[in-house]
């Protein structure tokens, strides 16, 4: 099995090269990765705004796909109502809605300073320019649900994975019904609730708590394979 992992454009050492930064320019993104490797026999991982990227890529480039997993994403949905007042607050007061944003990802009390601090200073080195088109994208997904609309038409099998942490603030409570209706929608879906766990990040923290059943989950895609 070969791993890719990549910084999105605009994000990490990836300069900002797109001219619109939406889930579905990012997914075009991920599909000339994936070109450019020369690989076919793809699954997918992505985590939060990385769930809604894949499932685009999906939509569009489903036959060389095995498996998608979503990590902390896809579940929420936004009313019109909390659409526009997130729109208004983006235009008005940017930084400040970025930092108030982030915080409804973790639980500032007991997160890891270290994960804490690495990811501010990734977040501080990206532009205004990528962030805001980006968070306008995901929050026209969440308005719309169009994960829930394209998780319809995902005919491979799904593994949702989310930290079940009933504190977690904003669009982030409620995560219990949240993914389990996202994951509903797949055909072939499977859900996992990871407790004990703390945020959005919480991979970074607990490692292990995502990898061994993550690993099982490959395993049991790479072995159902046709021999050659």
């Known amino acids: 099995m070969k791993v890719v992992s990549l910084d999105l454009p605009g994000h990490g050492a990836s300069d900002a090269s797109l001219t619109d930064y939406t889930m579905e320019a990012y997914a075009a993104s991920v599909q000339d990765v994936i070109r450019a490797c020369g690989v076919s026999d793809v699954i997918l991982i992505g985590h ?28 929420p949905t936004l009313s019109e109502e909390e659409y526009r007042k997130r729109l208004f607050q983006i235009d008005s007061d940017f930084r400040s809605f970025h930092m108030n944003f982030w915080n409804t990802m973790i639980l500032p009390e007991k997160i890891d300073e270290n994960v804490k601090k690495r990811h501010l200073e990734a977040w501080e080195k990206t532009s205004d320019k990528v962030l805001i088109p980006t968070y306008k994208s995901i929050f026209a997904w969440w308005r719309n649900e169009t994960a829930f609309e394209i998780a319809r038409k995902v005919n491979v099998p799904a593994l949702t994975a989310y930290q079940s942490d009933t504190s977690l603030r904003g669009t982030f409570s409620n995560r219990d019904r949240a993914y389990a209706r996202f994951s509903g929608y797949f055909k072939y879906g499977e859900l996992l609730a990871l407790s004990g766990t703390n945020g959005h990040f919480f991979m970074e923290e607990y490692p292990e708590a995502l990898s061994v059943p993550l690993n099982k989950f490959l395993s049991r895609l790479v072995s159902s394979r046709a021999p050659e």
């Open 48 to 75: 939060s705004m990385g769930a809604l990227i894949i499932l685009d890529y999906f939509l569009k480039s489903s036959k060389n796909i095995e498996g998608l997993v979503f990590v902390d994403g896809g579940g």
